[in-house]
């Protein structure tokens, strides 16, 4: 089955301990992306790849940090988490990352962090 | 980045009532997206829009595209309860930034 997978689904932690949430896609998209969901502030971008070793940054990339060593999997990393980073986060994919040739984003189930 | 702006922000409505979402932009977009999260379920794609003017009809749910590309509407006709979620629009003014709305959260009461 075509699926975005992500873990944990829910994650309780301290501020200033080092976590990564992993994602992995099994569609071979070129193109991954995560999001955080707040209340009232919709999904913003933290970090996109458009393929391996290529990363950007999204709208809010202060405090996270990516990687992409592999095409299937874009890990999210915390380095030390504070409790403005307690939320919802979401990966997605899509095949080129291309939105005029009408790509369209599949996401993770998500994965709720909250840091004390 | 990009101002979107998607009002309402949250919509109680009668089941059989019509609901509508906006989606404002700033700035000229080359398409727009649509996507509905369920209540404790993710993003899910329902459409994308390219053309000045475009609409797009989907059952019950007609989705349009602005003549200037800047603003775009989802209509639902007559809601269900199976219509209860929250609506985000996804607008594109360029290439690999995916930039999405605030959502519209819709109650349906039966």
């Known amino acids: 089955e075509a699926q975005v997978t992500q873990n944990p689904r829910y994650l309780i932690t301290v501020t200033g301990k080092k976590l990564t949430v992993t994602c992995s896609q099994n569609?071979?998209?070129?193109?991954m992306s995560w999001y955080r969901q707040d209340p009232g502030l919709g999904l913003r971008q933290i970090y996109y790849?458009?393929?391996?070793?290529?990363?950007d940054k999204g709208d809010v990339p202060e405090g996270y940090k990516v990687s992409r060593k592999e095409k299937r999997n874009f890990p999210l990393i915390l380095e030390s988490p504070s409790p403005n980073q307690t939320s919802l986060y979401f990966c997605?994919?899509?095949?080129?990352?291309?939105?005029?040739?009408?790509?369209?984003?599949?996401f993770g189930s998500g994965t709720q962090l909250s840091v004390l | 980045g990009q101002q979107v702006m998607q009002i309402p922000q949250y919509q109680h409505v009668q089941e059989g009532e019509d609901f509508t979402t906006y989606c404002n932009s700033s700035?000229?977009?080359?398409?727009i997206q649509w996507y509905k999260q369920r209540p404790g379920g993710h993003p899910v794609f329902l459409i994308q829009?390219?053309?000045?003017?475009e609409v797009k009809k989907q059952k019950r749910l007609t989705f349009q595209f602005g003549e200037a590309k800047k603003n775009s509407s989802l209509h639902i006709t007559a809601t269900q309860t199976t219509d209860v979620g929250t609506y985000f629009c996804?607008?594109?003014?360029?290439?690999?930034?995916?930039?999405f709305g605030t959502g519209t959260k819709l109650q349906v009461i039966p």
């Open positions: 996804a607008p594109s003014g360029g290439y690999q930034k995916v930039t």
């Open positions: 790849s458009m393929n391996v070793e290529v990363t």
């Open positions: 997605a994919s899509s095949l080129f990352g291309n939105r005029l040739g009408g790509e369209k984003l599949f």
């Open positions: 829009l390219v053309k000045s003017g």
């Open positions: 700035t000229t977009l080359s398409n």
């Open positions: 569609m071979n998209h070129e193109y």
